[in-house]
């Protein structure tokens, strides 16, 4: 049997229907360290492709500052760097923040274990856009999965035409399911059946 990791309850409002009453910006944003090895050069390619009226937002730790500085150059190059915006080491406000402002979550590693960022976003309401690898499989539905940079370009303005109040309860809910709450009674419920099988 598989259970799913607990995601921290700070990722979570405790009003999750206020989050469908503000406006939502045509903003994409990803959360990652900025590190080789998590797909982030995709990003401006994916933006090229897709409406001027989208932006993009890379937020995350700097472990590695030549992968930023080629990240850079590369939007630099594509003529993007009105389009995409970098924001190294933000604090968990301004993420959460910026969360509740994007209509859409895009996620880059291929082969992710499970992703706590794609949940983390989920749950503010952001549609995710993955690829279709790992764990995310398991829980982000089929029709916002992408093969290729094309494919995720084409998911992500559908998802940003597509966003709605509605849209985004239905992702809250995929969330909620890996709240620490849950993760606790599906552990006790585990090790107790666990426990009657050996006796």
């Not at 090895?37 to 994916?46: A, M």
């Not at 995710?128 to 995720?152: C, L, M, T, W």
Request: aromatic share 10%; with cysteine.
């Amino acid at each position: 049997q598989v259970l799913y990791p607990p995601v921290p309850s700070i990722h979570y409002e405790k009003k999750p229907e206020k989050l469908i009453e503000r406006p939502r910006k045509n903003l994409v944003v990803t959360i990652s360290r900025f590190s080789p090895g998590k797909g982030l050069e995709k990003i401006p390619y994916i933006a090229s492709l897709t409406d001027s009226k989208i932006r993009f937002a890379i937020i995350g730790r700097l472990h590695h500052k030549d992968t930023l500085t080629s990240l850079q150059k590369l939007t630099k190059k594509l003529n993007l760097t009105d389009r995409i915006k970098f924001f190294p080491d933000a604090s968990r406000t301004e993420i959460k923040e910026m969360l509740k402002n994007a209509k859409v979550y895009l996620h880059t590693m291929v082969g992710e274990h499970f992703g706590i960022s794609i949940v983390e976003a989920m749950a503010m309401g952001c549609t995710p856009i993955v690829h279709d690898s790992g764990g995310p499989k398991e829980f982000v539905p089929h029709h916002f999965r992408y093969k290729n940079v094309q494919d995720a370009a084409e998911k992500i303005e559908n998802a940003t035409i597509g966003w709605s109040p509605s849209r985004a309860i239905e992702t809250i809910k995929i969330a909620e399911r890996f709240r620490e709450e849950t993760f606790a009674a599906k552990f006790k419920t585990l090790f107790e059946n666990y426990i009657k099988s050996k006796r």
